[in-house]
C-alpha cells in the first residue's frame, strides 16, 4: 500500500512523535520495536504508543544480526586499533533491513524513523543544524533510501518535545538515550574485557620510542585523547598512534595531530553518481557538527581527501562523510592520514 510505513517505535519521545506526525499525514503506520535483549522499558514504553495512537504494534528480536554485523566488528575494530562507528554500521546492515522485512511482509511501502535528518528522491539531506543527524545515516544506500521518511527532519530536539506535550504522548519527558545502545553504560572498555576481547597492557612511548609509561591496553584509546593517561611530563600528552602489533601507545605534545590527506574506503555515493574527477564538498570526519572544506580524488578503490586547512587526528574506523550543500554526496570509512 502506497500510504502505508512500518515505523522503528523505539519508546522514546523521537520515535513517539515521528509515529503521530505521519498519522496525521494519512499514513497508515505499523510500530515496530526492535529488541536487543537487554530488558528495560522501551518495549513497554513503545507498546503504550502504539495503543494510545492505536496502529498495529509488534516487536523483532534483532540480536543475531546486530551481534554479526555490528558487535563483532566493533570489538574487531578495538583490538586493531581502530574507533568503530557502531550506529553507522547498525543503520544499513541492521536496522533499516528490520524495517524494511516487516514492511515487505505487510505490503508497506515506507519505513521510517525519529531521527533528524531529510530525504528528498531518495538523496539524503541534513536535517536542522541543532540535531542534525545525516552523518550517521550517511551508509544507507540510494536504493534504502528511496523508501525513507524522516518526519523529524525539519524540526529540532526542543519543537519535539514541545509537540509531545500537544499531543499528549506518555513519553514526552523521557531522558535521552545518549550511548551505544548495546552497551547502555557506556563502558565500552568493560564491555570487550567481559567478551574477552581486551587488548593487554603494554608501553606508553613517545616518537623516537621511548618508554614514558604503561597503559592498560589498546583498546582504552584513540587518537588525539589527551584525557586519562595518566603521563606527566614537559607539557600535555596526545595520543598520536596506535600500535597493536607491539601494544605502543604512542603520545606527543600533539603538535603533529594535524592532516591534510585523509584516505577512505569502501565510499558509498548519495548524492552525486560516482567520482570520477575532482569534487569540492565539505567533509565531517567525526560525529559532530564541525565541518571543513576539502576536494575528493579517487584513490585505488576508494577515495583520498585533500583538505584546505588540517583536520586534527582523522581516526581510522571512523566515517568521513561529504556533503554538497545540505546533500549528503557521499561516505567512506577512514583508513589513515598524512
Known amino acids: 500500500m502506497q500510504n502505508s510505513v512500518v515505523l522503528g517505535l523505539s519508546g522514546g519521545v523521537d520515535s513517539a512523535v ?18 536487543i535483549g537487554l530488558g528495560g522499558t522501551g518495549a513497554a514504553d513503545a507498546a503504550a504508543v502504539a495503543q494510545r495512537l492505536s496502529i498495529p504494534f509488534e516487536v523483532a528480536d534483532i540480536r543475531a544480526d546486530l551481534e554479526d554485523q555490528v558487535c563483532t566488528p566493533f570489538a574487531a575494530a578495538y583490538q586493531s586499533g581502530r574507533t568503530p562507528l557502531p550506529c553507522a554500521l547498525c543503520n544499513p546492515t541492521v536496522k533499516f533491513p528490520a524495517l524494511f522485512r516487516l514492511a515487505d511482509k505487510i505490503g508497506a511501502r515506507y519505513v521510517s524513523t525519529g531521527h ?4 528528498e528522491n531518495g538523496v539524503l539531506k541534513k536535517g536542522r543544524p541543532a540535531n542534525d543527524q545525516s552523518y550517521m545515516l550517511a551508509r544507507l544506500t540510494r536504493e534504502q533510501l528511496q523508501r525513507v521518511i524522516f518526519p523529524l527532519g525539519n524540526y529540532e530536539k526542543t519543537e519535539v518535545r514541545q509537540l509531545a506535550h500537544s499531543f499528549g504522548i506518555p513519553v514526552a519527558d523521557k531522558p535521552d538515550s545518549m550511548e551505544i545502545c548495546f552497551i547502555p553504560d557506556g563502558d565500552y572498555a568493560a564491555w570487550l574485557d567481559r567478551r574477552g576481547f581486551s587488548t593487554r597492557s603494554g608501553n606508553f612511548v613517545d ?20 584525557r586519562g ?6 607539557h600535555r600528552y596526545f595520543v598520536t598512534a596506535l600500535r597493536p602489533a607491539t601494544r605502543e601507545v604512542v603520545l606527543s605534545d600533539g603538535s603533529d595531530l594535524g592532516k591534510s590527506t585523509v584516505f577512505g574506503s569502501s565510499p558509498n555515493w548519495i548524492g552525486v553518481e560516482g567520482l570520477t574527477e575532482p569534487l569540492e564538498v565539505s567533509v565531517r570526519l567525526r560525529h559532530s557538527r564541525t565541518q571543513a572544506e576539502g576536494i575528493l580524488y579517487p584513490h585505488e578503490n576508494g577515495v583520498r581527501i585533500e583538505m584546505k586547512a588540517p583536520a586534527r587526528a582523522p581516526t581510522p574506523g571512523q566515517l568521513a562523510v561529504f556533503y554538497l550543500g545540505d546533500t549528503v554526496a557521499g561516505s567512506a570509512w577512514i583508513e589513515g592520514a598524512l
Request: positive net charge.
Open 18 to 35: 515521528a509515529a503521530t506526525l505521519l498519522k496525521e499525514q494519512g499514513f497508515a503506520v505499523t510500530g515496530l520495536y526492535l529488541d
Open 229 to 234: 593517561l595518566g603521563v606527566s611530563g614537559p
Open 116 to 119: 533528524y535528518a531529510n530525504v
Open 207 to 226: 616518537k623516537e620510542g621511548k618508554v614514558l609509561g604503561r597503559h592498560k591496553g589498546v583498546h582504552h584509546y584513540t587518537l588525539g585523547q589527551g
